[in-house]
């Protein structure tokens, strides 16, 4: 199969790409290199004559009519976005244009690529989103696939407009869908501004780990070369039209999750030990959603999915990919923003 994947160049992007290489798949990888992104992340897959790459924003419609028309993909993973929370509190222009704007013109693309070519049944669109679309729970219940919308930063509000263009383009136009929403990933290539990462080089650097509010914010914890798996299935499986709720059955605070990390650095790292001495309470990001659970029985029931790493296990791998994979990071500190607070409102 030939696909289509946008932003393959970043952290869930490139774990697609790499995966879908690996399982013989060709690869288009459309990404236009913003801060985010990293060449690097897809080194391995490069080398292969099943891979090419395509420089190209995704919200210039003529560059991706021209990457359809070349390529002739038979199928569309769609994970470009901008993807942090804290950023889109201080700029939310960007979320808009490249999540929403940018998923209507790739919809329009796939679309009228898909029209010329006699609707071909076999061709996807899958788009990939987060639970985040469904806003904060209380102590207890989880998001399933009917839980209605809620997004409560721009971030997932951008997503979630985006989705509901998804759900419309195949309602109207009968363009084949699939959707997922998925919970929180972690691991390795994970951009040094996201919590996971954040932890570890702090830690590692012997300074202040900042987490926000009381650090009871709940999320559930996927490793990311689970979600690439569910992905592909989704894609080659899931039902057109259906959304697929991805969740990594490992619910757990920020701060447990900010003491395991640091626990596993102790082991792996002991200098500095014992790093959760650097734990550092700091104001908490402004409508900082409370709790994230997923439901995930449909993937269970209907594909036979479920993650293949306990939280444990992929933290402690995270961890010794970071300590191991300095050159890959160090440079990524430099970028804009990073280190740096962002989204205090
Ligand atoms: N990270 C998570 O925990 C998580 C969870 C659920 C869903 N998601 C979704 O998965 C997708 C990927 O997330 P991620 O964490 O890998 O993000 P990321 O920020 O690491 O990567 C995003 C990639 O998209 C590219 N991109 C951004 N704007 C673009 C544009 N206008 N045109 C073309 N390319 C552009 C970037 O260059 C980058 O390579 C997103 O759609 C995100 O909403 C993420």
Not at 62 to 70: K, T
Not at 140 to 145: C, D, H, I, L, P
Not at 294 to 310: A, F, K, M
Not at 331 to 344: E, I, Y
Request: proline content about 5%; hydrophobic content about 35%; charged content about 25%.
């Amino acid at each position: 199969m030939k696909l289509l994947v946008t932003g393959g160049a970043g952290f869930i992007g490139s774990a697609v790409v790499r995966l879908a290489v690996e399982r013989g798949h060709e690869v288009v990888n459309v990404d236009a290199l913003t801060y985010a992104a990293n060449l690097q992340n897809v080194a391995g897959a490069a080398g292969s004559n099943l891979y090419s790459f395509e420089e190209c924003d995704i919200r210039n419609r003529e560059a991706l009519d021209r990457v359809f028309a070349l390529h002739k993909p038979d199928a569309v993973m769609h994970l470009a976005a901008e993807s942090h929370v804290d950023r889109s509190i201080d700029g939310p222009g960007a979320f808009i244009e490249t999540n929403i704007t940018g998923t209507y013109n790739m919809l329009e693309a796939a679309r009228a690529y898909w029209v010329e070519a006699g609707k071909p049944d076999h061709f996807r669109f899958h788009h990939i989103s987060t639970d985040e679309v469904f806003g904060s729970l209380g102590e207890t219940g989880k998001f399933t696939e009917d839980t209605p919308y809620d997004p409560r930063s721009p971030y997932s509000a951008s997503k979630a407009g985006s989705d509901h263009l998804v759900r419309a383009w195949h309602e109207t136009y009968g363009l084949p869908v699939v959707l997922t929403n998925c919970s929180n990933n972690y691991g390795p290539y994970h951009f040094p501004e996201k919590l996971v990462p954040v932890v570890i080089l702090k830690a590692l650097s012997g300074q202040p780990i900042p987490v926000y509010g009381d650090g009871g914010n709940v999320r559930d914890w996927l490793y990311v070369e689970d979600h690439a798996d569910a992905l592909l299935l989704v894609l080659g499986k899931g039902q057109v039209g259906r959304s697929y709720n991805i969740g990594g059955e490992n619910e757990a605070t920020n701060i447990d999750l900010v003491r395991t990390i640091c626990a596993h650095m102790d082991d792996l790292h002991p200098e500095g030990a014992p790093h959760a001495d650097l734990i550092s309470f700091v104001t908490d990001r402004p409508g900082h959603d409370r709790r994230y659970a997923i439901d995930p029985t449909r993937i269970r029931e209907e594909l036979g999915w479920r993650p293949s790493v306990t939280v444990e296990e992929g933290l402690r791998r995270t961890v010794e990919w970071y300590l191991a994979n300095r050159d890959w990071w160090q440079p990524l500190l430099a970028r804009d923003g990073v280190g740096k607070r962002l989204g205090a409102g």
